[in-house]
């Protein structure tokens, strides 16, 4: 029997306040453990949360972005179990009234287009730490997390592969540093998801029996965890076995997942309206305020950077990849207008440097620097060649291109008579290769133009060495 994999993604992203959801302590990553609490995040007697203005500004900005239906009325409840790092002994999170539902995200998969339907995106606060990496058997708690907004992003189970549950993330990491409401660093945890996975016949309407995968923090995890996952319930199934509901944990360096508990249902958790929190009632003035805040979308700076610089589809998605890099790619464009050359030097000499995309905008050589640079190569005073070695410069030095042409005088040689001069001195030294060439060995251009690089340190303007080169060999 053929199966077919189902799998949905609830994905956490921490938003980038300052301060936390119900208290006006450090969001800061970092901190000395326990340094960015109050009697708030520590869940004392008597304290009152008040929500965060802001987290409500970022969250309705991310349920907009994704398309969905968004709720002027919402509520929090309170999510109750008792775990060393949940102090109140309950999480503050929304359940029955969510503020948003219904949404979609779009991404590409074997080269078409594929709608992902979104269930659910609301508010909650995020738990503490615990630190297990203490000699003897004792771990730590970390509560300098505790309190700390999420928005959980709630898919349909409509993902086919490990490979499209890669490609949502991507693009919902990309939508979500695009507006500015979480930074996507998923290394500290700042965005992370639970994955859920089951497995079907093939063209079965009846769902199988899921797992959730807790905490899977990079792309390579959510990937290796779902191909795991995927094969471990097929062995299952194959070998006449059941697959339990239940909670899991990827080891990433087993490449495993492993049991941590069965999986709770709604009803575990008990709950319950907050009675600290009245419900959360947003005008449609600011619904509609914020929806003109939001900045050009990935998809949408895509579709105009095919129309308006006529770039590829691979060069417009690999330039609207991260907002950063769209950024220099226009920002280069206004020294050097040429969007082609630009695109393909970000694309292969910028890019090529960057130890990653966050990198771009401390990176040494500013769109204004390689706009210069570029300049310098239409004009003709440097070849495309030497470019490349001013570009190795500019990195190692800091300086201009045009400080770097003048001081180690790399200025192309476009001399006409200068050249002449040159060509028919090699013409001269090679009548052999001259003599081959006119019998039909083409190939022997590219001779007589190394001959002539050579001479000239790379210097030549190759333009005119051709031309030369062409009316020398035709006598």
């Known amino acids: 029997m053929e199966f077919e994999p189902v799998i949905g993604l609830e994905v956490h992203a921490q938003l980038n306040t300052k301060s936390k959801i119900f208290s006006p302590t450090s969001t800061e990553f970092g901190g000395t453990p326990n340094s960015h609490v109050s009697p708030i995040c520590l869940g004392m007697p008597g304290v009152l949360p008040v ?23 919402s509520r929090f409840a309170r999510k109750n179990y008792f775990y060393p ?90 939508i979500l540093r695009y507006i500015g409401v979480c930074d996507g660093n998923m ?11 089951s497995v079907k016949p093939e063209g079965s309407d009846k769902l199988g029996t899921k797992a959730e995968i807790k905490n899977v923090n990079s792309f390579k995890y959510v990937q290796k965890a779902i191909e795991y996952e995927i094969k471990r319930q097929i062995l299952l199934l194959e070998n006449g076995e059941e697959v339990i509901q239940e909670t899991r944990l990827f080891d990433s360096n087993k490449g495993v997942t492993f049991s941590m508990r069965s999986k ?18 947003i005008e449609k003035e600011q619904i509609e305020e914020i929806r003109n805040s939001l900045p050009e979308l990935p998809d949408q700076r895509l579709t105009r950077f095919k129309e308006e610089y006529n770039l590829p589809e691979y060069d417009a998605g690999v330039l609207t990849s991260t907002k950063e890099i769209a950024d220099y790619f226009e920002d280069c464009l206004k020294k050097y ?23 771009i905008k401390a990176f040494q050589i500013t769109p204004d620097k390689l706009g210069e640079l570029l300049i310098l190569i239409e004009d003709g005073t440097i070849s495309g060649k030497i470019a490349k070695d001013v570009f190795e410069d500019m990195l190692t030095s800091g300086k201009s291109a045009n400080q770097i042409v003048e001081e180690k005088g790399m200025k192309q040689i476009s001399d006409q008579s200068e050249l002449e001069n040159i060509v028919s001195r090699i013409l001269a030294d090679h009548p052999d290769e001259i003599s081959r060439y006119k019998a039909g060995d083409q190939k022997l251009m590219g001779f007589f133009v190394g001959q002539v690089m050579k001479e000239t340190k790379g210097k030549a303007n190759p333009k005119i060495v051709n031309e030369i080169l062409r009316k020398g060999l035709s006598k």
């Open 51 to 73: 929500l965060n203005k802001e987290v409500l500004q970022y969250a309705f900005k991310t349920a907009i972005a994704l398309n969905c239906e968004l709720h002027p009325r």
């Open 85 to 174: 790092d949940l102090p109140k002994g309950y999480q503050i999170s929304q359940y029955e009234e969510p503020f948003s539902t219904n949404g979609w995200l779009d991404i590409g998969t074997n080269g078409s287009t594929k709608r992902i339907n979104i269930t659910r995106i609301h508010m909650e606060e995020d738990a503490g730490k615990l630190i297990h990496d203490n000699p003897g058997n004792s771990s730590f708690v970390d509560l300098n997390r505790a309190g700390v907004p999420l928005v959980e992003i709630v898919s349909e189970p409509e993902l086919s592969s490990a490979e499209e549950a890669v490609e949502y993330m991507k693009k919902l990491r990309s």
């Open 264 to 281: 709770e249902e709604a009803h575990d958790y008990r709950y319950f309206p907050d009675p600290d929190l009245l419900p959360v009632v």
């Open 187 to 197: 290394e500290e945890g700042s965005l992370r998801c639970d994955v859920n996975v």
């Open 337 to 359: 207008n040429n969007p082609k050359i630009v695109s393909n030097w970000t694309m292969t000499e910028v890019l090529r440097e960057l130890k990653g995309e966050e990198d």
